[in-house]
């Protein structure tokens, strides 16, 4: 049937299928998933390539009405397509990233908003270099996430979870003082990896950070000045884990983070100041037998999509504004 995307899984948040011909006409929004995981770095905790489905399986039972982001419909504004899903090489890591840059790549080169659903973290560096080679200037990245991922490379493999932003900091179409690492927390970071953050310039805002500042809008537009200064353009990357276990079982099992209220906030806020485009990784569906994770992508794309919304009329506005004064 036209509105399931494979087998029995709908497309995302009943998005229109595109998957057959990637004709994005009439469409502002374009959700793909990426059901890649690369080296596994500890345990059990394998499998969210299963996130991309379970994402989708869980977004059948949503709308997009935000009651209390002043009653706004997402859908009412913004139409949806949902591309499928990146066809991924098992055990061939620099395929994968080839194929992964390329399905970007064109994504990018719609010039709609992009949706990435992971799949690992490592999906970030392959995605973001492919916007590197369609914009003119640098790209900044806000990476909202528990650990900084830049771990040079996990047991030879250079593209592993834990090694985006290693790859990131070597991109010449990156600006690394635009890069913002927030929500940082956790002894599951090493020494160097905050090390290596502040040798390249990157700044890095921590969980306490943001939770003893006191005003999430506000530090929202701090963290967007930085990543947006000196560059093209802004990308939001957000691993589940920057999330405390409490709100997030379906993903690493870490404490002391962000609450659901705080990351939707930031990334509301974020969105209403002009991100470019986004991807949700590091959901395990099997460590989640009621996949609160994978229900939380569909509310989490939802605020975001409301902050661009707002970004936009706002920039629709300015523009009126400004050509009613020169005529």
Known sequence: MAEKIYG??????????????SNTDGVDVVVYGVPWE???TWGEY????LGPKVMRLCSARYTGYLPELNHIDVFEHMKLGDM??????????????????????????TGKFPVALGGDHGITYPIVNALTKKVKGKVGIIHLDAHYDNKPHHEGDAFARCSPFARLYECEGVRNESIVHAGIHGPRNAPDNGKLAQEVGATTITVRDIREHGNL??????????????????YLSICSDVMDFAFNPGGPADCNGLTSYELLTLVYELCKLGVIGMDFVEVYPQQDPNQFSAHFASTLVLYALAGTIWNKEEKAKKEQAGQYVTN
């Not at 809008?217 to 990543?227: E, V």
């Open 38 to 40: 690369g080296a596994v």
């Open 217 to 234: 809008k506000q530090l929202a537009k701090q963290m967007y000045d930085i990543a947006s200064q000196g560059t093209e353009a802004v």
């Open 84 to 109: 499928g899903d990146v066809d991924v090489i098992p055990a061939d890591v620099m395929g994968t990233v080839k194929r992964i840059e390329e399905f970007s790549g064109n994504v990018w080169s």
């Open 46 to 49: 394998t499998g969210c390539e």
């Open 8 to 21: 029995n899984t709908p497309c995302f948040l009943g998005a229109k299928n595109i998957s057959a011909d």
